[in-house]
């Protein structure tokens, strides 16, 4: 490296740590929308006894490349998981490993570029062995109609 690219990197370094510390941030104050809420308290009622139920879990934290990747193929791989979450994750209760992932479809889900990442995502799961449940996006939710689409699905033996 020569003394110019040093010189560059540390400037800039330096210029993004001294702004940083003018950033302010406000909370959210509620996690989930109301519809998100909704099927949530829907998962809880009709699932909370035979599974952990998780929200907006990043995609990242559940799925990771094969062993078999090359550092820099892992690298890729990685990269190519979308900055984005599961809307739900369902989990054993002992070992909390995961059963199922839960994506509720809303109009995003209906572009061009929301339905490649989806095709992704939906390749990614199956790989990983995951059972992907898709939901249409409601205002409200019948905790029996989710509990016996999720256990139906889940009894069933092809991913």
């Known amino acids: 490296m020569n003394i110019i690219t040093i010189f560059i990197k540390t400037f800039t370094l330096f210029k993004f740590r001294h702004k940083s510390k003018h950033f302010k941030y406000e909370s959210l104050e509620e996690i989930l929308s109301s519809t998100e809420y909704s099927f949530f308290l829907a998962l809880k ?22 062993e078999i990747f090359t550092i820099q193929n892992s690298k890729a791989a990685i990269y190519r998981i979308p900055p984005k979450h599961f809307d739900y994750i369902l989990c054993e209760k002992r070992t909390l490993s995961v059963v199922a992932v839960i994506v509720l479809d809303d109009r995003s889900h209906i572009q061009r570029i929301a339905r490649a990442r989806s ?34 699905s889940l009894n069933t033996s092809s991913f």
């Open 45 to 66: 009622e009709s699932l909370s006894k035979d599974y952990e139920i998780f929200a907006k879990v990043r995609i990242n934290d559940v799925l990771t490349p094969d």
């Open 119 to 152: 095709s992704f995502v939906e390749r990614a799961c199956i790989t990983a062995g995951f059972k992907l449940l898709r939901f249409p996006s409601r205002a409200s939710y019948c905790s029996k109609a989710v509990r016996d689409v999720i256990l139906n």
